[in-house]
C-alpha cells in the first residue's frame, strides 16, 4: 500500500455533468432539487448584461453602471504577490487581503484601471445583494426559479481563486462575464480537504487550506483522494451550474473582468437555524468529553435527528410532546427563546 507520502494527483478531474439548455427555459425541479451538480450550458447566454460583456469588458462594464444608484460595497483588495488567492496571512492570524466599503462604481473604475496589469492587485465584490446595489438589473436579468424566495447576489472582479468551502443553501450559479472554473467536490470529501479554522474565515465560510494551484501533498497527502473525486467544469459567459447544499466548490475567475449572478435558497423553512450553530455548540459540549460518553450522545442524536421518522415520540401523549412534536414557526421561537437561556446560565 502507498504511503500518505507517496500521494499522487491524478492528472485531470472528472468532468461535470453538462445540459444544453435552452436560454431562458425555466428549470425543472429534478434539476433545483438535484444532490449533483449539473452544468447548463447558455442558459442565461439571453441576457443584456451577458451579451454587452461578451461584445467587450468595457461594454459590460457600461451595462453595470447603468444600473449604479450610489450604492457602497464591501469590496477585497489585495496585493500583486497574492495572485489573487483570498486566503490568509503565513500563520492564519488574519487573511491575506484587506476589506474596504467603498463606491460601486470605484471597484469598476478600478478594475478598468489595471484591466491590462500583468500582474494586478485583487479586486473582489463577493455576495452583494443585487437590488441593492443596482436596481433594476434584476428585471432585465434573471432566472425563473418557480415559487422559491431565492436570494440573488452579484459578485465582481478581476483574476481571482475562492479556496473551497460549502455553503447551506443550494446555489445557482450564472457566468454574467468572464470565465470560471468550478471544482466541485462531494460533502464526503470533508476529511481529505484539510479544511480550516471554523471561526475565522475569509468571508463566513470554513475553507480549504490546500493551494489548488500546487496542491502540496507532503503537508496535506490526503488531498490526492480528495482529487480522485473532485468534479470540475470551465464556465463561459451564458453559462450556468448548479451547486447542491453542502457540495464544496473552489472557484476560479479566469479573466480580468468577471461578472457572477448566482441565486440561493434552501428546501427548509425559513425559520430553521443553520446547523453550523449546532456544530460549534457541540464542540463547546460534546467533543472533549469522554469516548462513551460521545458514543452516548452519538446515539441521542441518531435517535432524535440523524434517524428520526417521528416514532421516536409516538409513545408520548400528542400534548406533552413539547419540542418532540413537529415544529413550526412559533415553536421555533419558543425552542430557540429556550436555548438562549440555558446558553446564558
Not at 85 to 104: A, E
Not at 134 to 163: C, K, Q, Y
Amino acid at each position: 500500500m502507498p504511503s500518505h507520502a507517496d500521494a499522487v494527483m491524478p492528472t485531470a478531474a472528472r468532468p461535470i455533468a453538462e445540459i444544453a439548455w435552452t436560454a431562458g427555459a425555466p428549470l425543472p425541479d429534478e434539476i433545483l432539487a438535484a444532490t449533483e451538480p449539473v452544468v447548463l450550458r447558455g442558459l442565461v447566454s439571453h441576457w443584456p448584461m451577458v451579451r454587452a460583456a461578451k461584445t467587450s469588458s468595457q461594454a459590460g462594464d457600461a451595462y453595470l453602471r447603468g444600473f449604479y444608484r450610489d450604492a457602497t460595497v464591501m469590496a477585497m483588495h489585495g496585493a500583486p504577490e497574492i495572485d489573487g488567492r483570498i486566503f490568509y496571512n503565513d500563520d492564519l492570524s488574519g487573511f491575506n487581503f484587506s476589506m474596504q466599503q467603498v463606491r460601486f462604481d470605484a471597484v469598476l473604475d478600478a478594475l478598468r484601471a489595471h484591466q491590462d496589469d500583468p500582474r494586478p492587485p485583487t479586486l473582489y465584490v463577493g455576495s452583494t445583494t443585487i437590488d441593492a446595489c443596482l436596481p433594476g438589473f434584476t428585471a432585465e436579468n434573471d432566472v425563473r426559479l418557480g415559487a422559491r424566495d431565492a436570494l440573488a447576489s452579484i459578485w465582481v472582479g478581476n483574476r481571482t481563486r475562492i479556496p473551497a468551502h460549502y455553503d447551506l443553501p443550494d446555489n445557482l450559479a450564472c457566468v454574467a462575464a468572464g470565465r470560471r472554473r468550478f471544482t466541485l467536490f462531494p460533502p464526503d470529501q470533508l476529511a481529505n480537504l484539510y479544511i480550516g479554522p471554523l471561526d475565522l474565515t475569509p468571508a463566513g465560510q470554513a475553507v480549504s487550506l490546500v493551494d489548488f494551484a500546487a496542491p502540496d501533498l507532503q503537508r496535506y497527502p490526503r488531498f490526492a483522494t480528495a482529487w480522485a473525486h473532485a468534479q470540475q467544469a470551465e464556465l463561459a459567459a451564458g453559462d450556468a451550474i448548479f451547486i447542491p447544499s453542502m457540495w464544496w466548490h473552489h472557484i476560479e475567475a479566469l479573466d480580468s473582468f468577471n461578472v457572477l449572478v448566482n441565486y440561493w435558497w434552501r428546501q427548509s423553512p425559513a425559520y430553521m437555524d443553520t446547523p453550523a450553530t449546532t456544530l460549534l455548540h457541540a464542540l463547546l459540549t460534546m467533543r472533549d468529553l469522554p469516548s462513551a460518553q460521545r458514543l452516548a450522545w452519538q446515539e441521542l442524536f441518531r435517535h432524535y435527528v440523524f434517524e428520526s421518522d417521528g416514532s421516536e415520540a409516538a409513545h408520548i401523549p400528542v400534548a406533552a410532546r413539547h419540542v418532540l412534536a413537529p415544529i413550526d414557526a412559533v415553536g421555533a421561537r419558543m425552542l430557540r427563546a429556550h436555548l438562549l437561556n440555558r446558553i446564558k446560565r
